[in-house]
């Protein structure tokens, strides 16, 4: 029996085999063989063309509604412009940069070049729209070298195009154009095969240039055929989802967007996001379609979640259809999972299972798959069927190690970086930490435990495990932290950056109005988390717990400086170097609001 039912859903059974080594290593595996996955992502828009060729597959918002495109459609769109594209001289060496957001338009380009034989490289909109010096976006056009730059509408983008253009990337289309591109049933003979590329994702890293990923048709194909083996239901249930995660990220990419191709389903494109000014739009979109499956951020959950909570209609459409909640990128702290079951229980319809996963962008980027209950966010499931996981001793800790047909082959233009990447047995190093959830029962799943590179020691000889201390105590602030950034390293005691949850923090002091810099100056705004972190302080008072002092910061984190990520994560070791004044100031007590002490122990 391989399968198993849970929420009248079926998923692969909860099962593992342990490989305990004579190094003190251990090999955690599946059973079980995902099966044979398609030679390209172009094989599969042309199946689905055939099997699925009216149902609708991706929609847009235009005015009230939706602009719908089926599958038929969007092959025979995508051919055209495949056609174009190598006409313009594009091919496996010149790439298709992306420079706009999710849209219909950049699902074409993509689907375009995929049939092209031409890698894509989409990029972070933050890196032309944000930045001010467009470092970021000119260092990946360098190291790729575009023959071609789509982008929806240039208008917004006329300085990052100015940047590019000086270094002599000039070649744009712009969304008329693509859209004017006449379809057509014949689709370019060009040689692609599993092994070509088919993106270069560019990841942030810890510090430094973002990297390009390589990702190979074989890697996105063989991480739906393992995604599908375990979660069987979405074969039998095509996923329709209602979706805002970047498609320059792997999560929203190659996971959700690939999701919908492979199995059918259709994708509402979301052009909200989770943040003041955009999570209206979110609200909006899912007013007006309801999703089967619902992934999201943490920082997404918490955007929305006050909307789910005092509207009942938005419950009704969100949580109508819905069968499960998915959450990655970083752990989901209990208050949010707790508050979800809550608004869902309101809903009156029946609760969702709540998933997750673990994986990179390196790893297509699904490694590790939650299918079975789990009673909290920590647990990150077991090996998808095919892809091996090594836990390799680190000082305390295991560091988790990847290996299967779902890794990358390189960096691009990085063998250097390559070479560092991986172990001697072929096993892609994760620098995340991980244990076994029940050492005697390896099928129990694997607990998440932190990145190896961002714990630290105490003076006291203590280690800090900074991934649950930050899961733990955004938590206990609930919900006036939006997220946090742990400090201590080479000290006796922990601080906290603090970057406050601006909507709820307002409702503490009406005097400071909505002004970021004066909510945290606040004396009542400081004194409400201050209490808050007492009360963690007494339920955790040991060293490698207990908060010592906290500052609330006022300015965002920086895209420039690597302090986030477009998921929405915390890079905590680049936001304690960009700020390390801030840190040593808050460890000399000269700025910051202190805990009150109610019985440290060791």
């Given at each position: 029996?391989?399968?198993?039912?849970?929420?009248?859903?079926?998923?692969?059974?909860?099962?593992?085999?342990?490989?305990?080594?004579?190094?003190?290593?251990?090999?955690?595996?599946?059973?079980?063989?995902?099966?044979?996955?398609?030679?390209?992502?172009?094989?599969?828009?042309?199946?689905?063309?055939?099997?699925?060729?009216?149902?609708?597959?991706?929609?847009?918002?235009?005015?009230?509604?939706?602009?719908?495109?089926?599958?038929?459609?969007?092959?025979?769109?995508?051919?055209?412009?495949?056609?174009?594209?190598?006409?313009?001289?594009?091919?496996?060496?010149?790439?298709?940069?992306?420079?706009?957001?999710?849209?219909?338009?950049?699902?074409?380009?993509?689907?375009?070049?995929?049939?092209?034989?031409?890698?894509?490289?989409?990029?972070?909109?933050?890196?032309?729209?944000?930045?001010?010096?467009?470092?970021?976006?000119?260092?990946?056009?360098?190291?790729?070298?575009?023959?071609?730059?789509?982008?929806?509408?240039?208008?917004?983008?006329?300085?990052?195009?100015?940047?590019?253009?000086?270094?002599?990337?000039?070649?744009?289309?712009?969304?008329?154009?693509?859209?004017?591109?006449?379809?057509?049933?014949?689709?370019?003979?060009?040689?692609?095969?599993?092994?070509?590329?088919?993106?270069?994702?560019?990841?942030?890293?810890?510090?430094?240039?973002?990297?390009?990923?390589?990702?190979?048709?074989?890697?996105?194909?063989?991480?739906?055929?393992?995604?599908?083996?375990?979660?069987?239901?979405?074969?039998?249930?095509?996923?329709?989802?209602?979706?805002?995660?970047?498609?320059?990220?792997?999560?929203?990419?190659?996971?959700?967007?690939?999701?919908?191709?492979?199995?059918?389903?259709?994708?509402?494109?979301?052009?909200?996001?989770?943040?003041?000014?955009?999570?209206?739009?979110?609200?909006?979109?899912?007013?007006?379609?309801?999703?089967?499956?619902?992934?999201?951020?943490?920082?997404?959950?918490?955007?929305?979640?006050?909307?789910?909570?005092?509207?009942?209609?938005?419950?009704?459409?969100?949580?109508?259809?819905?069968?499960?909640?998915?959450?990655?990128?970083?752990?989901?702290?209990?208050?949010?999972?707790?508050?979800?079951?809550?608004?869902?229980?309101?809903?009156?319809?029946?609760?969702?299972?709540?998933?997750?996963?673990?994986?990179?962008?390196?790893?297509?980027?699904?490694?590790?798959?939650?299918?079975?209950?789990?009673?909290?966010?920590?647990?990150?499931?077991?090996?998808?069927?095919?892809?091996?996981?090594?836990?390799?001793?680190?000082?305390?800790?295991?560091?988790?190690?990847?290996?299967?047909?779902?890794?990358?082959?390189?960096?691009?233009?990085?063998?250097?970086?390559?070479?560092?990447?991986?172990?001697?047995?072929?096993?892609?190093?994760?620098?995340?930490?991980?244990?076994?959830?029940?050492?005697?029962?390896?099928?129990?799943?694997?607990?998440?435990?932190?990145?190896?590179?961002?714990?630290?020691?105490?003076?006291?000889?203590?280690?800090?495990?900074?991934?649950?201390?930050?899961?733990?105590?955004?938590?206990?602030?609930?919900?006036?932290?939006?997220?946090?950034?742990?400090?201590?390293?080479?000290?006796?005691?922990?601080?906290?950056?603090?970057?406050?949850?601006?909507?709820?923090?307002?409702?503490?002091?009406?005097?400071?109005?909505d002004d970021p810099e004066a909510l945290c100056a606040s004396e009542?705004?400081?004194?409400?988390?201050?209490?808050?972190?007492?009360?963690?302080?007494?339920?955790?008072?040991?060293?490698?717990?207990?908060?010592?002092?906290?500052?609330?910061?006022?300015?965002?984190?920086?895209?420039?400086?690597?302090?986030?990520?477009?998921?929405?994560?915390?890079?905590?070791?680049?936001?304690?170097?960009?700020?390390?004044?801030?840190?040593?100031?808050?460890?000399?007590g000269a700025i910051g609001t202190g805990v009150p002490d109610e019985?440290?122990?060791?």
């Open positions: 029996m391989t399968q198993t039912i849970h929420n009248g859903l079926p998923f692969l059974a909860q099962q593992a085999t342990l490989e305990k080594r004579a190094d003190g290593s251990m090999i955690l595996r599946s059973p079980i063989e995902p099966g044979a996955w398609p030679e390209t992502l172009g094989t599969v828009l042309n199946d689905q063309a055939r099997i699925n060729g009216d149902r609708i597959f991706l929609a847009g918002r235009d005015g009230d509604g939706w602009q719908r495109l089926g599958f038929a459609e969007a092959r025979t769109r995508a051919a055209g412009i495949a056609h174009h594209l190598l006409a313009a001289g594009l091919g496996p060496d010149c790439p298709l940069m992306i420079l706009s957001g999710n849209s219909i338009g950049h699902a074409l380009a993509t689907l375009g070049a995929v049939l092209a034989g031409v890698p894509v490289v989409p990029v972070s909109p933050a890196y032309s729209l944000m930045s001010t010096d467009h470092a970021k976006l000119r260092h990946i056009a360098g190291l790729t070298r575009p023959g071609l730059i789509y982008l929806d509408d240039p208008a917004p983008f006329g300085a990052a195009l100015a940047a590019l253009k000086a270094d002599g990337f000039a070649s744009t289309m712009d969304g008329a154009a693509l859209h004017a591109i006449a379809p057509t049933d014949t689709t370019p003979e060009v040689a692609v095969t599993s092994d070509s590329v088919a993106k270069i994702l560019f990841t942030s890293g810890s510090t430094g240039m973002p990297k390009g990923v390589i990702n190979t048709h074989r890697m996105l194909c063989a991480n739906q055929v393992m995604l599908a083996a375990t979660w069987p239901f979405v074969r039998e249930m095509p996923p329709v989802l209602v979706d805002w995660l970047p498609w320059n990220h792997t999560f929203g990419g190659n996971f959700c967007f690939n999701l919908a191709l492979f199995n059918g389903g259709t994708f509402h494109i979301d052009d909200g996001k989770p943040a003041p000014p955009l999570i209206g739009r979110t609200v909006e979109n899912l007013r007006l379609a309801s999703p089967n499956l619902y992934f999201n951020v943490p920082a997404g959950f918490a955007a929305l979640l006050p909307h789910l909570e005092r509207d009942a209609d938005l419950r009704d459409s969100f949580f109508g259809d819905l069968k499960a909640i998915f959450y990655a990128a970083a752990a989901l702290p209990q208050d949010l999972w707790d508050r979800l079951e809550r608004v869902s229980d309101q809903s009156g319809h029946p609760r969702p299972m709540m998933l997750s996963a673990w994986g990179s962008t390196e790893t297509s980027p699904l490694a590790t798959m939650v299918h079975f209950p789990i009673p909290r966010a920590g647990n990150i499931g077991l090996p998808v069927p095919g892809c091996e996981l090594k836990f390799q001793p680190s000082g305390a800790k295991y560091e988790l190690r990847v290996r299967g047909p779902n890794i990358t082959p390189g960096y691009h233009a990085r063998p250097d970086l390559t070479e560092a990447a991986f172990d001697d047995e072929g096993f892609y190093c994760m620098g995340d930490a991980g244990k076994l959830a029940d050492p005697e029962a390896p099928s129990a799943g694997v607990l998440f435990d932190g990145r190896v590179a961002e714990d630290f020691k105490l003076t006291t000889g203590t280690w800090v495990s900074v991934g649950a201390l930050r899961v733990g105590v955004v938590g206990a602030c609930s919900p006036l932290a939006q997220d946090v950034v742990v400090t201590g390293h080479d000290g006796d005691r922990i601080g906290l950056l603090i970057w406050p949850a601006i909507v709820a923090i307002a409702a503490l002091d009406a005097d400071a109005g009542k705004v400081n004194a409400a988390i201050a209490d808050r972190l007492a009360a963690w302080n007494r339920a955790n008072p040991a060293s490698s717990t207990r908060i010592d002092r906290f500052v609330l910061m006022a300015e965002p984190p920086s895209i420039d400086a690597n302090e986030i990520t477009d998921k929405g994560y915390v890079n905590q070791r680049a936001t304690l170097e960009r700020r390390s004044d801030l840190v040593a100031a808050l460890h000399e019985g440290a122990t060791q």
